[in-house]
């Protein structure tokens, strides 16, 4: 008898599972049957983090058996595009399996227009810390140690130099794919219900708090430049929110790194990279303004750097494109359509 009941129980329990089941998968699951935005950002962040990590450690443990003594500083040149690789790979089934896009979505459509962008993104940087460099020169906060100065004394400035420049190129490119290429198009399909343009805005403040954050452990940190990272972070956002493209802030955060740190040998957000740079300087000046050991991405030197570099940005993108709009940030069809509404 006992076991009769149990029996005929058993569809009601199933339904009543099913039930649990159907309220429970809105909670991570939208209406186009992918994850949730945030989930989608939390996935991708952890195959971002712990992907390369993992891979650098065994590449790192390979190279440091084959490779002879006194050619460790090489290590990086083999290690980052190892590191890219691993990340662009992470991003390429994120995109795919998770987020159900197109790669390209994130910021990678290649054509005349990309490649300009990169190239202007990369003078821009350029000429920005070359700003920087000068005004704290003139007003005598800096003065030159050396020139073509590097820790590395068997190996030719030129040779040196290509260490920083690949890491630099990966620092950027993984950089950008995460906090800009997903974070920003994952947050602001996340938000669609407030309209596009408030969307987008608020997922790129958001990004931009979040690119802060990734550098609170950096050496010399202070709420103070971990606040002007935040800034830094809108400011190479920019040219994601108005192209939809990754070429102008790759260029951009890829020139910026390279020539504060390896070109005038500035610290580079608090680190200072291979200890190889055009110029070896002496620091004078007041840190409120030259952002002192963190470098000038806490002084308001840098501060100012990127407010003239924001109009630059927005100033190229208005004679390339013809306009300043977000409306070439490509979020999905569906959240397209409920835009429209």
Known sequence: MSHSIAHQARPGHKRSEDGVL?????????????????????????LWGYGPALVHGVVDRIL??????GGQWSFG?????????????AGWL??????RRPFSDYGFQFNRDWWLDLVFGMVLGAALMTAIFLVEWAAGWVAVDSVFYSNESSVPFGQALMAP???FIVVAVAEELLTRGNHIVNFAEG???????PAVFAAWLLSSVIFGLLHIYNPH??????????LTGFFFG????LTGQLALPIGLHFSWNLVQGNVFGFPVSGKVFYATSLVRLEQRGPELWTGGPFGPEAGLLGILAIMVGMLFTAGWVRWRYGDLSVGRVRLSHCENRLQGR
Not at 32 to 41: D, T
Not at 77 to 89: E, K, S, T
Not at 191 to 197: E, I, N
């Open 64 to 69: 440091s058996l084959v490779m002879a003594p």
């Open 94 to 99: 994120t995109a795919h399996y998770i987020d």
């Open 221 to 230: 940190t202070t709420w103070v430049s971990t606040a002007n990272l935040v």
């Open 238 to 241: 920019l040219g994601f929110v």
């Open 165 to 167: 420049m690949v890491l």
């Open 191 to 197: 938000l669609h219900s407030w309209g596009h343009l």
């Open 22 to 46: 159907r309220k429970l998968r809105p909670l991570f699951w939208n209406q186009e049957g992918r994850l949730r935005a945030g989930y989608r950002v939390i996935v991708f962040f952890l």
């Open 77 to 89: 040149i083999w290690l980052d595009p190892v590191r890219l690789a691993v990340v662009v790979g």
